[in-house]
C-alpha cells in the first residue's frame, strides 16, 4: 500500500465518540472527538441518545478528514469499536430508535438477575456465555427495552407491537456495534467479542443460545448476525451517496476492550493489557482455550480473524476508574484531570481516607449489585488533597484486586502489564499502579490502542496490513514504571483496601 492511503477507526465510548486515522506505521495522522449527553431518568438509570451518537459519528469523521485533508476515497477501510453492553433496539423499516439505549452502566434490572440467582440459572448463564449474571449485560436490558419501549416513537398503536415485530425481525437488537454498522452499510451485523457480552451468545458453540432467548422473550429473528472481528469478507460499505460520498469497506469491529488487547497486540496465551477509562478493563489472552475463572473473572472472546479459531480471554471489569475523576471534577475538588497528579503529591499520604468508587455495584472480581461509593477514615483534618489522592489509589487498588484474580486462574506470574487509555498520560497513575501491583507498567507510545486495535482489525481484513508480525513491529513504548514502593507497605496498604471495601458491600436497598 502506498503512503498515500490510510485506514480508519469510529471508537464509540461511554462519554463521547472519536474518530482516528491511522497510517501503516500505526501512527496516528487524523482525530477528532465529541462528547454526547449522559441521560439519568432515575436514580442507577443510564441511557444514551442513539441517533446523537451516529449524528456525532457522522461529524466527527467528516471533521478528522477534513481538518487533515485527507479525502474519504484514501481510506481502505473503515474499523468500528464501542462501548459494550450497552443495548439498543430499532425499528428496521425506519431506522430510528424505539427508545434511548440503555447504558452498560444501568442498574434497573438488578431485580431481575437476582430472580434469575433466585431460579438457580446463575451456574447455566456462566457455563454457556463466561458472564456472571449481572445488569451490566445486554440480556436483561433488551428484555425490559422489549416490555417498556414507547411505542409510541415507533408511531405505532400498541405496546404489543414492539414483541410482535421483534419477532418478524422489524425491530432489531443491537449493542453499539450494530446500530453504527447499519448505519454505516445497511446490515445488521455484529461480531463475536460483542455477542459474547449480550448473555445471550454461547461462547463455546458459537452461536445464539436458543435456552438464554427463550428465558429472556427475545426473538432470534430481531438479532444482528455474527462475524468475525476482523473480516475478509467485510461487513458491507459505506453508500457512496451518503455523507461520505465514497464506498468505503468497513471490515473489522470488535469491543473497546477487545480492541485495546489487540492494539496492544497481545496476540498470544499471556498476554495482558489494562484499560483505564470510563472503567478499567484487565484482559489476559487465553489462546484458544476458554479458561473458566473461579476467582470472579469472566471469561470472554479475545478476538477472531477470518478463517481462524476463536481467541478467548480473561477479563476483570471494574465499572468506575475514570468515572471517579470525573466525579471528584463534579464535585468541583478539581478543575481537571490533570490536576490529580499535582494533589496527590502534594500530601505524603491519604491520611487514613480511602474512597471505594462503587457508585454502579463492584465489578470483578466482587460482583455485588449492590454496593455503593463510600469514603472511609475522614476526620476534621481531612483535605481535598486526601481525598483525591485516595481516588487515585482506588484505581490502583481495583487493579491488583483483579491481577491477583487473574494469576489465581491463569497459573502465570504477571511481571508487567501494558496499559493504555485516557488515564495513563498521568505519571503519577501508572507509577502508583507498579507500586501496588508489584509489577512493571508499560505504556506505548500511541496510548489509544482501543481506536488502533479496530483499525488493525480492517486493515488486515483488506490487506493493509500483511500479518500481525507488522502490527508488532509498529507497537513501540513510551515509558516503563518500575515497583519503587516497599512491598510490606503496599501490602499493608492494600490490606486496608479490603477493609474499605467490606463497608461498600450491600449498601443499596430497595426503598432506601
Not at 467528516?62 to 477501510?77: F, H, M, V
Not at 459474547?196 to 422473550?217: A, G, Q, V
Amino acid at each position: 500500500m502506498t503512503a498515500q492511503t490510510y485506514v480508519g477507526a469510529v471508537d464509540q465510548g461511554t462519554t463521547g465518540t472519536r474518530f482516528m486515522v491511522f497510517d501503516h506505521g500505526g501512527q496516528v495522522v487524523a482525530n477528532a472527538y465529541e462528547k454526547h449527553e449522559q441521560i439519568y431518568p432515575e436514580p442507577g438509570w443510564v441511557e444514551h441518545d442513539p441517533m446523537e451518537i451516529w449524528e456525532n459519528t457522522k461529524s466527527v469523521v467528516t471533521t478528522a478528514l477534513g481538518k487533515a485533508g485527507i479525502s474519504p476515497d484514501q481510506l481502505e477501510a473503515i474499523g468500528v469499536t464501542n462501548q459494550r453492553e450497552t443495548t439498543l433496539l430499532w425499528d428496521a423499516e425506519s431506522g430510528r430508535p424505539v427508545h434511548n439505549a440503555i447504558v452498560w452502566q444501568d442498574r434497573r434490572t438488578t431485580d431481575r438477575v437476582e430472580q434469575l440467582e433466585e431460579d438457580g440459572l446463575v451456574d447455566t448463564v456462566r457455563k454457556k456465555t463466561g458472564l456472571e449474571a449481572d445488569a451490566y449485560f445486554s440480556a436483561t436490558k433488551a428484555e425490559w427495552l422489549l416490555e417498556n419501549a414507547d411505542p409510541i416513537k415507533m408511531e405505532r398503536a400498541r405496546p404489543a407491537d414492539i414483541q410482535d415485530r421483534a419477532a418478524e425481525g422489524d425491530v432489531l437488537f443491537g449493542t453499539i456495534d450494530s446500530w453504527l454498522i447499519y448505519n454505516l452499510t445497511g446490515e445488521h451485523i455484529t461480531e463475536v467479542t460483542n455477542a459474547s457480552r449480550t448473555m445471550l451468545y454461547n461462547i463455546h458453540d458459537l452461536e445464539w443460545d436458543d435456552e438464554l432467548l427463550e428465558e429472556f422473550d427475545i426473538p432470534e429473528a430481531m438479532l444482528p448476525e455474527v462475524r468475525p472481528s476482523s473480516d475478509d469478507a467485510t461487513y458491507g460499505s459505506t453508500d457512496p451517496e451518503g455523507f461520505l460520498e465514497a464506498e468505503i469497506p468497513v471490515a473489522g469491529a470488535l469491543g473497546d476492550q477487545q480492541a485495546a488487547l489487540f492494539g496492544q497486540t497481545c496476540f498470544d496465551a499471556g498476554e495482558a493489557k489494562n484499560t483505564y477509562g470510563t472503567g478499567s478493563f484487565f484482559l489476559m489472552n487465553t489462546g484458544d482455550e476458554a479458561v473458566e475463572s473461579d476467582h470472579g473473572l469472566l471469561t470472554t472472546i479475545g478476538f477472531q480473524r477470518s478463517g481462524e479459531s476463536v481467541q478467548y480471554a480473561l477479563e476483570g471489569a471494574i465499572f468506575v476508574t475514570g468515572a471517579a475523576i470525573e466525579w471528584l471534577e463534579d464535585l468541583t475538588l478539581i478543575d481537571n484531570p490533570a490536576q490529580t497528579a499535582e494533589l496527590a503529591r502534594s500530601v505524603d499520604s491519604t491520611d487514613g481516607v480511602y474512597v471505594v468508587p462503587a457508585f454502579t455495584g463492584l465489578g470483578a472480581p466482587h460482583w455485588d449489585q449492590r454496593a455503593r461509593g463510600t469514603i472511609v477514615g475522614m476526620t476534621r483534618g481531612t483535605r481535598r488533597e486526601h481525598v483525591v489522592r485516595a481516588t487515585l489509589e482506588s484505581i490502583a487498588y481495583q487493579t491488583r484486586d483483579v491481577a491477583e484474580a487473574m494469576e489465581a486462574d491463569s497459573g502465570i506470574e504477571m511481571t508487567s502489564l501494558r496499559v493504555d487509555g485516557g488515564a495513563v498520560k498521568n505519571n503519577y497513575l501508572c507509577q502508583l499502579q507498579s507500586d501496588i501491583i508489584g509489577s512493571k507498567i508499560v505504556r506505548p507510545q500511541v496510548d489509544e490502542t482501543t481506536a488502533l486495535g479496530s483499525a488493525y482489525a480492517a486493515g488486515l481484513a483488506v490487506g493493509y496490513w500483511e500479518d500481525i508480525e507488522g502490527l508488532r513491529d509498529n507497537w513501540q513504548i513510551d515509558r516503563e514504571f518500575d515497583s519503587q514502593m516497599d512491598r510490606e507497605e503496599a501490602n499493608r496498604k492494600y490490606d486496608r483496601w479490603s477493609d474499605a471495601l467490606d463497608r461498600a458491600r450491600d449498601w443499596a436497598r430497595d426503598g432506601d
